[in-house]
């Protein structure tokens, strides 16, 4: 089923962009965990990027209503249920989108998948608005794994052609880590941060879109957790990332970097003090065969612009099978980047917690 994922941790999403509420149902906690509402609610805040100008105009509250699994602040082992309500919804800026196609949505796609029946208002299930119970999942996901002292940490690194300064993970912290996470723009450079702040409302005044690159680490991840050929780490990871829209590539350690790389310089060359074995460079992102290796898991997001602009563009009427014009109506984000980083950060954790239930190490 499309709207489920997870192999021992099961997490399905219900709900779509206009409709009453948005959630979904945890299944195979581990029974214990105890639950930081207080957490859960800074992340999905996380999302919202707050009452910033470079965040869309619609305000959910986002407060999660947890309907079973928990009691007394801790995990039963059952599962874990939950809602967050919609509020405010102007359906009426989609009335015209129920035969016409938004340019790169899902709108014509989804038209087809489910022979006109699918939710039109806002994306529908299609909507970015479904992060929100994936951000929760993450975050219940990150409640369990500061247990094992795991924690993740992401940043901005691009947004188009504006670089972030390159970021050193031997000295992360966890402090360092929500330093970050209290950012709105989470960058290593501020002035980086400035200038693609600067970027983002010049394109949103001109009514277009900007895209970028989101980088994130797994920090003390266990060694030998993950599988070989079908079942990597990187794989199982993936079909959580992929399933963020607006996500285009992905690349773990250097990626594609390592193609312009000697293997003399790719290698991750092996050392030990003794106790720990370790690798001298990370080109790899902490993951060999499909199995992590004790280093921290780096992977980069590639977020494609986003597609709700308010510029005139062309399209087509799909029931008609007229050529028209398009004016996109609506609240959108003008860099989804901003947003997309809590949402990238919780698929890390989910998939890190994922992997160590099934190892039974919880």
């Known amino acids: 089923m499309s709207s489920i994922w997870g192999n021992s941790i099961k997490l399905s999403i219900f709900g779509e962009s206009h409709s009453r509420g948005i959630g979904g149902v945890i299944d195979n906690l581990p029974p ?32 999660p209503e947890i309907l079973s699994g928990v009691v007394d602040g801790k995990t039963t082992g059952t599962p874990l249920a939950f809602v967050i309500y919609n509020s405010d919804q102007h359906s009426s800026d989609y009335d015209n989108l129920k035969v016409t196609a938004r340019p790169s949505h899902a709108d014509y796609t989804g038209y087809l998948r489910y022979k006109g029946f699918n939710d039109h208002r806002g994306g529908g299930h299609f909507s970015g608005r ?19 002292g795991i924690y993740t940490v992401s940043r901005i690194k691009s947004i188009m052609d504006i670089e972030d300064d ?3 993970l ?13 950012m709105i723009i989470p960058t290593v450079s501020p002035s980086a941060a400035k200038m693609m702040e600067e970027r983002v409302l010049s394109l949103k005044s001109e009514l277009d879109s900007a895209g970028g690159v989101i980088e994130c680490a797994i920090m003390n991840m266990e060694k030998g957790i993950g ?8 794989s199982r990871l993936s079909s959580l990332i992929f399933s963020v829209p ?30 720990g074995i370790y ?28 597609a709700s602009i308010s510029r005139e563009q062309d399209t087509v009427n799909f029931v008609e099978k007229t050529n028209e014009k398009l004016v996109i109506k609506g609240r959108h984000d003008a860099c989804i980047c901003v947003r997309a980083v809590s949402v990238i950060d919780a698929c890390a954790a989910l998939c890190a917690f994922d992997y160590l239930v099934e190892a039974k190490m919880f």
């Open 170 to 182: 031997d000295d992360m912290t966890p402090l360092k880590a929500n330093e970050l996470k209290n």
């Open 32 to 63: 214990g965990i105890e639950i930081d509402m207080e957490e859960i609610a800074f992340e999905l805040k996380r999302r919202q990027t707050g009452s910033s100008s470079l965040a869309t105009a619609r305000k959910e509250p986002d407060i």
């Open 130 to 148: 479904l992060t929100a119970p994936l951000v929760f999942a993450g975050a219940v996901a990150k409640c369990a794994l500061r247990q094992k």
């Open 166 to 168: 390159a970021w050193c």
């Open 246 to 275: 607006a996500v285009k590539g992905l690349e773990f350690g250097e990626g594609f970097g390592v193609t312009k790389m000697r293997g003399s310089e790719a290698n991750d060359t092996l050392y030990t003090d003794g106790e």
């Open 279 to 306: 690798t001298k460079t990370n080109h790899d992102g902490g993951i060999n065969g499909g199995i992590t290796n004790g280093m921290p898991i780096v992977f980069r997001t590639a977020i494609k612009p986003t």
């Open 227 to 234: 599988n070989p050929i079908f079942d990597a780490f990187e």
